[in-house]
């Protein structure tokens, strides 16, 4: 074997020697509230304890403090939703945010290992743009009203049913799905995705209610599918009239998956971070967030002086996501997450293309 080609073979076999003795499992952490634990999480605990009685906190620390600990030993960070609890939230996360800014984040992440905190098709998004590195999930299960809706076949025949009109796929569906599509779009830059394609017609699947709100802000025709997400599907324009009328002054802000019944209530529709931006700017007094609950939650600390009105829709895949199954994910190195590299490779395309556009 030639020198160069020698010490390149060497340099691979160290690094997996390395890598694959850094991911041996080990030893479940001991799970004490101490004074040492307590200390290590009194910043978390500042920051959620508007929703966490102090009598509760001993419960959640010790996780906290294990699962960062891990986390240095397995050169991990930890992308979490803005739907995540709040001890999640505060106290494990490294990135947060909407599906955009987890998907760039993932994007350029230096860690060895990534633990989604999210939803599955978040964590193969990551897997997506990060093919060598380890994504896990700490609950497979943790799937998507919406990405549940649509498979890639069902993307094929839109494409012979509508030849030449381009499709977008939220991001919120499986690689399969992205792997079909010609660019992929998020809650906060889906008009900007649709009208940068200079098509008059565009194909926006699969949430109805997401392309039913571009279609307002658009004059590109939009076609779309028949999905929706579990959560946003609920509320509705009655409910939003009936909470103006009885909290005045309130600020209803909502995302744009609810129907258009809603937004048309809404002083304000946007993403979750474009929701965190606009409490942020306009410091209402009162605010009601036409989302996932935990959100309000997790915005209170960053937006004080806000009175949160909480309608509370819960997304029940999110909610699967829990400290124990991050600690367990993180011990044991499970549950990896996969994507057919063929598939990966044409949804790579989807995704970074709408990375590519300025926002
Ligand atoms: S909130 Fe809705 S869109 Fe988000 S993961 Fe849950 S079901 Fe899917």
Redesign the pocket.
Known sequence: MPVLQQQRHSETAHRQRVSSAKFQPLAMPALDYTGEVAEATAEAYEKVRHVIPAIEWPAYAPYIKAINDLKRQRNAVILAHN?MTPEIFHGVADIVGDSLQLAKEAATSQADVIVQC??HFMAETSKILNPDKTILMPDMAAG????QSITGADVRALRQKHPGVPIVTYV?TSADVKAECDICCTSSNAVEVVESLGAPRVLLVPDKYLAANVALRTTVEILTWEGA????QRFTGAEMREYRNSVPGVKIIAHP?CPTDVTAEADYTGSTAGMINWLKENSPKKALLVT?CSMADNVASQAPGVDFVRPCNL????KMITLPKILESLVHMRAEVTVDPAIAARARTAVERMISLKS
């Open positions: 739907y999210g939803v998507c009203s919406l990405a919120n997400c579990v959560v946003h998956e996932e997304c029940p895949y999110m």
